[in-house]
Nanobody
């Protein structure tokens, strides 16, 4: 059974930094897409950044240059220069139907989700 758990959320002032971490377990598939999504109050869930099993990373335009994804034993998201509009519940997600080449930021392509971790950025 696939299990995802996020950690590292919190409250910071604009311009600050946070690091999120996702631990995934319960699967043996080698082909995958994995990444971070977020849902801001009153908005739909959107893709932040995803990575394929071949290490190809796809960032949303809104976070390019500010967020950095790394994957080793955990999937970590380093967030710099945070803005109030980054305030959201952040979710880790994975799916095994895709991978290799460029993964998409489409939330409908991901079937396994963590419970989320809250990030709040104050102005």
């Amino acid at each position: 059974q696939v299990h995802l758990v996020e950690s590292g959320g919190g409250s910071v002032q604009a311009g600050g930094s946070l690091r999120l971490s996702c631990v995934a377990s319960g699967y043996t598939y080698s082909t995958l897409c994995m990444g971070w999504f977020r849902r801001a109050p009153g908005k739909e869930r959107e893709g932040v950044v995803v990575i394929s099993n071949l290490g190809r990373i796809n960032y949303a335009d809104s976070v390019k240059g500010r967020f950095t994804l790394s994957k080793d034993n955990t999937l970590d998201l380093q967030m710099e220069s945070l803005k109030p509009e980054d305030t959201a519940m952040y979710y880790c997600a994975v799916d095994f139907a895709y991978g290799g080449t460029r993964c998409k930021l489409d939330r409908y392509l991901y079937n396994y989700w963590g419970p989320g971790t809250q990030v709040t950025v104050s102005s």
